[in-house]
């Protein structure tokens, strides 16, 4: 499982709400129109910029706030491939896992806006084409990347039934 694409570099403390700014939240039940505003107020234009397997690679905290589903289905909406946080909110992990959105917990201090990434997701290593630097991120549990393969935890459970590796 190797994942390429362009780094989109964001700070600490990006939460739920500067994913999908609660002016929206009437849009819930309308995903599509709904991911046109992601993250506008941090980054204006980001969905227009973002291309599908680019990865969104952020600071501290990533996905603090409220447990909304919504904030990284949108972000998987968008074609971004993956998240590269130094930590993020423990409910939002989850969330995006279930929903077969990688979160990979290392050092971004290296990786720069537009960096090309390679995301080795069996090996636990990100090397970055732009700088020749090599990040390592901590090994994906064997059932953690199989519900990732499936697409998230529904489309998992419906083809295995179980969590049976």
């Known amino acids: 499982m190797i994942l390429r694409g362009k780094a989109f570099k964001f700070g600490d403390n990006i939460s739920t709400d500067h994913i999908i700014p609660g002016r929206w939240f009437h849009l819930r039940s ?12 941090v980054v204006p234009a980001f969905v227009s ?4 397997g680019d990865f969104i690679v952020a600071g501290k905290n990533f996905g603090l706030g409220s447990s909304r589903e919504h904030a990284p289905l949108v972000i998987k909406m968008a074609g ?16 995006a896992i279930n929903l077969g959105l990688p979160v990979l917990i290392c050092d971004t201090s290296q990786i720069d806006e537009g960096d090309k990434l390679e995301v080795d997701l069996i090996k636990g290593i990100i090397k970055d084409c732009t700088n020749g630097n090599q990040l ?3 090994r994906i549990p064997e059932v953690m990347l199989r519900i ?10 419906r083809k295995y039934g179980d969590f049976r590796i």
Do not use: C, M, Q, W
Request: glycine letters at 6%.
């Open 49 to 52: 910029r973002v291309k599908p």
């Open 30 to 41: 309308n995903l599509p129109e709904l991911s046109k505003h992601l993250l506008e107020d």
């Open 148 to 157: 990732l393969e499936e697409g998230g935890l529904v489309p998992y459970i």
């Open 136 to 138: 390592s991120f901590g």
């Open 80 to 95: 971004v491939r993956a998240i590269l946080a130094k930590s993020t909110a423990r409910i939002f992990f989850r969330n």
